[in-house]
């Protein structure tokens, strides 16, 4: 039942949201005043993104968000669940969009807000539509804004970490923009652990920037697994402390 009452309030939410997706679109998107669209998005996301993961019950602990430099940023985190999206939107600040799987642009009403987030939608079975989405990714993080990139390229669905694809921080070395790792650990278990709903205490780990600019050939080479060791090493820690 908490699972049907979830659903049901996923998509009456949707439908709230509605009027303001049209203020958005018909009055702030066209006045093309940045600063005024950002003012609007970041705590209407925000606002919806925690009552996503509120309405399962669970309870949410970051820890690092001082750690977050100035500026946009290009976050890259280990992805279990369904819920690592709203739960970057609502609990790790800055107005941020996401490196999100195609399929995601079939959801009603979801699809635009993603829209407005400046998300990026990438097919990854067709290699032209990617590469196309990576340059529009680097052009978005160049114009200053934030973007999450989920590396394992699929969720993992549990507590082990799936490898980091090798072209998967271009966006960062591409636009020179600094890289805050992030680290997830329990929202597999709000729905993919037993296929329901289901509350649980999620931690989130806010890690300190890459400075990406400064960094020599051979250290942009290496990017990949230095950032994959940084965002598995609080699951190792945790794994290590239950032993």
Do not use: Q, Y
């Given at each position: 039942m908490?699972?049907?009452g979830w659903f049901i309030g996923f998509w009456i939410f949707q439908l709230v949201t509605l009027p303001f997706l049209l203020y958005y679109n018909s009055i702030l998107k066209k006045s093309g005043d940045q600063e005024r669209k950002d003012a609007f998005l970041y705590p209407f996301t925000r606002i919806w993104a925690r009552?996503?993961?509120?309405m399962t019950g669970s309870t949410v602990e970051v820890e690092g968000t001082e750690r977050l430099p100035v500026g946009n940023v290009l976050f890259v985190s280990n992805h279990q669940s369904n819920f690592d999206i709203p739960l970057l939107l609502g609990y790790v600040p800055k107005l941020k969009g996401f490196v999100a799987k195609v399929e995601l642009k079939k959801l009603p009403v979801v699809?635009?807000?993603?829209?407005?987030?400046?998300c990026i939608f990438l097919d990854r079975q067709n290699l032209r539509q990617s590469l196309a989405a990576i340059q529009l990714g680097i052009g978005k993080l160049k114009a200053g804004?934030?973007?999450v990139v989920f590396p394992e390229g699929t969720r993992s669905k549990g507590p082990e970490m799936g490898t980091f694809k090798k072209g998967s921080l271009k966006l960062a070395v591409k636009s020179g923009v600094p890289v805050v790792p992030v680290t997830i650990d329990g929202t597999y278990r709000l729905l993919e652990e037993k296929g329901r709903i289901q509350k649980a205490h999620v931690r989130v780990t806010i890690h300190p920037p890459l400075l990406v600019g400064g960094m020599t050939a051979e250290e942009k080479e290496s990017l990949v697994e230095r950032?994959?060791?940084?965002?598995?090493?609080?699951?190792?820690?945790?794994n290590d402390k239950q032993e």
């Open positions: 908490k699972t049907i009552l996503m993961v509120g699809n635009r807000w993603m829209e407005a987030l400046d804004r934030s973007l950032v994959f060791d940084i965002v598995k090493g609080p699951l190792d820690n945790k």
